[in-house]
């Protein structure tokens, strides 16, 4: 393997995406370390798509730190609200972020509404370094459902309000079964076959 991937930077602060970046990637075999066990803060989000946001964070990350850099910027989209959160899913109930506000301020949004269709979004960017002129870029979406009672404790954000077609909350699924299924691991298995593909013609 092309040792310029030996190690990689994760440009997130949030712990449960590093938990779920570090089981996807460990088929690789990529030594992944988070910006902030390196000193580097978060990068401003200012961009209205989930890919700016992604690349701004990634090289955000690789200038800082002269690693190659993987960011996700990713959120709940819900059709009723013309797409919000979206990129402000983490912040959509203001400043210091929680989980717990954003989730009833969503349930508050949504009330009266019939449409509760709604979708997760993952942006992955893997830049080699901060000047990177062809990023590797991967996505994934997750649909499913917003309802107004909370099921499970697993996973974190919005997952125990987001109801799949099985019948289960996302807050409801063991790691592995999320990891199969999400947006985060349908955008992960891509961006690794990206870069399996990219190393391959690197050897």
Known sequence: ????FNKLVL????????REFAQLLSPLAIDVVTQASLGVTEADEPYATFVENALAKARHASRHTGLPAL???SGLCVEALNGAPGVLSARYAGEPKSDARNNARLIEQLQGATDRCAYYVCALVLVRDADDPAPLIACGEWRGEIIDAPRGSNGFGYDPYFLLPDGRTAAEMAAEEK???SHRGMATRELM?????HLAGHD
């Open 1 to 4: 393997m092309n040792s310029v």
């Open 193 to 197: 076959a990206q870069l399996r593909k």
């Open 71 to 73: 960011a996700d910027d």
């Open 11 to 18: 440009a997130s602060n949030n712990e449960g995406k590093c």
């Open 179 to 181: 990891n199969a299924v």
